[in-house]
């Protein structure tokens, strides 16, 4: 049977894809435009999106597994509502599904709420899921690494309580494995939340010295500054998402990303390695130049 992935040509979705098909599985990806990206020999690819009913149709026949993976946008709920409502349709049980930490708390922070609620439909309507709850992506540093590296500062209002962050990398390889552990079950299997956490919980002023000891030279916090984070961002983002990014920093500021007893030893175990860290993330950027 085959393993439908969405959010395909994305930072963790295509990961997934080249982690599914290095495990043999049978894949079929879901995109807009299958000319912009290329898949490894043998993925499937249909043209449509999550609000595509007949290619969501298409897409669902003959599928076990779906791994359901939405962007941040102005309708991701009606996305996830709709697919779930697809997926069972079409006799689909088992689901992975990427949420984010703290779903079920930050019910300010739009994304956040959406998730959750997608979590409940999860649950009432009777899938067999694992849902994936990643905390803040390592990877979002790319997005600010000349502003460290041209003015040293560092300048994501994280905060003083510490965010487990994750590599990518990681999550994907992650989902993954769990997408195939329950698309290989004689049966399905109950239902379960995994934290997907980083082996460090850091603050604001941690990734700075972080930097400080990669380059050799001063790199400061730049503070907790949710206000001016949403300034900043409204400069290329949406005016509605950029006060999302907001309201997401203020509760990095006020709670947080922490994980909970043995998270970081579950994923190691799943993974049989080390979980990567910020401060290798880090080591990768300096010694690229």
Request: glycine fraction near 8%.
């Amino acid at each position: 049977m085959t393993i439908l992935v969405t959010g395909a040509t994305g930072r963790v979705g295509r990961q997934v894809v080249d982690q599914l098909v290095q495990r043999g599985a049978a894949v079929r990806v879901l995109t807009r435009d299958p000319s912009k990206t290329s898949f490894p020999a043998g993925v499937e690819v249909v043209q449509g999106d999550l609000l595509d009913l007949d290619a969501m149709r298409a897409a669902f026949a003959g599928v076990r597994t779906l791994f359901l993976l939405n962007a941040v946008t102005g309708d991701e709920f009606t996305q996830a509502i709709l697919t779930l409502n697809l997926a069972r349709e079409a006799g689909v049980e088992r689901v992975v599904y990427l949420s984010v930490i703290h779903a079920d708390r930050f019910v300010n922070v739009p994304h956040f709420a959406v998730k959750y609620g997608a979590e409940r439909m999860l649950q009432q309507m009777g899938f067999s899921a694992t849902v994936l709850r990643p905390t803040y992506f390592i990877d979002n540093d790319h997005t600010i690494k000349d502003v460290v590296l041209q003015h040293g500062v560092y300048p994501m209002p994280i905060g003083g309580k510490g965010l487990a962050m994750i590599d990518t990398r990681d999550i994907a390889e992650l989902a993954a494995i769990e997408l195939i552990r329950r698309d290989q079950a004689p049966a399905t299997l109950p239902t379960e939340t995994i934290n997907l956490v980083g082996p460090d919980a850091l603050t604001g002023a941690d990734a700075a010295a972080i930097w400080s000891e990669a380059l050799g030279r001063p790199v400061v916090y730049g503070g907790d500054d949710p206000a001016g984070f949403e300034q900043n961002a409204a400069g290329f983002l949406p005016k509605w998402m950029a006060y999302e990014m907001r309201l997401m920093a203020e509760r990095f500021v006020s709670d947080g990303m922490l994980p909970e007893a043995g998270d970081a030893e579950r994923l190691t175990r799943m993974l049989g390695r080390p979980l990567r860290s910020y401060r290798e993330f880090v080591a990768e950027i300096t010694a690229a130049g």
